[in-house]
C-alpha cells in the first residue's frame, strides 16, 4: 500500500514533530511543508492526499480556497480561530472531508467524554472550574483544549464564562470559571473540577510530548483522506461518531 501523501500547513514545533514521524512510519510521507523558509502556499504543493494544519489563523482562508479547488481532504488543528473562519470551515465541509479539532489527543477525547457525563449528572449541584497549563511560548488563553472541556460540560452556554478573578468579586454567580497557566516547557495539563460542599470530583488529562497530539493528527490524517464531504471531531475519529 502506497503512503499517504501530507502536506504540513505550519512548520512549527508540531509540524516538525509529525514529519519527524512520518520519517520513521512508511504509512505517512510528508510532500512539503507550507510556512516561512518552505512554500508560501498549499497551492505550490502536489500530488497531495491530505493537508494537516497547525499554523495560524491567517492562514485558514488561503487554505480552504486551495483545498476547494483541488478537493483537498484538511485536518484543521490550528486554534485561536474567529467564528467567521469556523464558519467558512464549516461551508467549506459541504464539498470536502475536513477533521477540526483543538486537540487530537486520544486521553483529551476520552477526558471531554468523561467531563461531559459528569457535568449531566452534577451541573445543579456542583461548581465546575477548569484550569490548564502550557509553556511560556503559547500565544492563545484560554487553549484550545480547555474550550473543548467547556464545551463539553456546557454545550448550550447556560453559563456565564469567567477567566480568572480579581478584586472583590462578590459570592460565585451562575459561572465556569476557566484558568490558564504559563511557564516552563509543559506540553499541556488540564483538569475539570467539580466542587460542592464536604466534596470534589476532579478530572485531569497531562500530556508529556507533543507526540501524541501528532499522532492523533496522523490518525485524523487517514479518517480525513479515506472519508466522504462533512465536518468531522476527533470523537469521530476515535469513537466512530458513537
Same mark, same amino acid.
Given at each position: ?27 505517512? /510521507? #510528508? ?6 523558509? @518552505?512554500?508560501? *502556499? !498549499?497551492? +505550490?504543493?502536489? %500530488? ?17 480556497e486551495d483545498a476547494l479547488r483541488r478537493n ?36 483529551? /477525547? #476520552? ?6 457525563? @459528569?457535568?449531566? *449528572? !452534577?451541573? +445543579?449541584?456542583? %461548581? ?115
Amino acid at each position: 500500500m502506497s503512503a499517504l501523501r501530507i502536506g504540513l500547513i505550519g512548520n512549527g514545533k508540531m509540524g516538525r514533530m509529525i514529519d519527524s514521524i512520518c520519517a520513521q512510519d512508511e504509512r505517512f /510521507a #510528508v510532500a512539503g511543508f507550507v510556512g516561512p523558509g @518552505a512554500c508560501q *502556499a !498549499l497551492g +505550490e504543493l502536489t %500530488d497531495l492526499d491530505v493537508a494537516l494544519d497547525f499554523s495560524y489563523p491567517g492562514n485558514v482562508t488561503m487554505m480552504l480556497e486551495d483545498a476547494l479547488r483541488r478537493n483537498l481532504p484538511l485536518v484543521i488543528g490550528t486554534t485561536g480561530l474567529s467564528a467567521q473562519q469556523e464558519d467558512q470551515i464549516r461551508a467549506a465541509s459541504a464539498q470536502l472531508p475536513i477533521v477540526r479539532a483543538l486537540n487530537f489527543s486520544t486521553g483529551m /477525547a #476520552v477526558m471531554r467524554r468523561l467531563a461531559r457525563m @459528569a457535568s449531566d *449528572a !452534577l451541573r +445543579e449541584d456542583f %461548581d465546575i472550574e477548569i484550569v490548564e497549563t502550557h509553556h511560556n511560548q503559547k500565544e492563545d488563553a484560554p487553549s484550545g483544549s480547555a474550550v473543548a472541556l467547556l464545551q463539553s460540560v456546557d454545550p448550550d452556554g447556560e453559563f456565564t464564562v469567567v477567566c480568572g478573578r480579581e478584586g472583590r468579586p462578590g459570592k460565585r454567580g451562575h459561572e465556569i470559571g476557566v484558568h490558564s497557566l504559563r511557564g516552563g516547557t509543559v506540553a499541556g495539563e488540564h483538569s475539570v473540577r467539580f466542587f460542592v460542599p464536604m466534596e470534589e470530583i476532579e478530572l485531569r488529562h497531562r500530556a508529556d510530548s507533543r507526540e501524541i497530539f501528532a499522532r492523533g493528527a496522523l490518525r485524523a490524517a487517514q479518517f480525513a483522506a479515506a472519508a466522504k464531504p462533512g465536518l468531522y471531531t476527533i470523537d469521530d475519529v476515535i469513537f466512530g461518531g458513537k
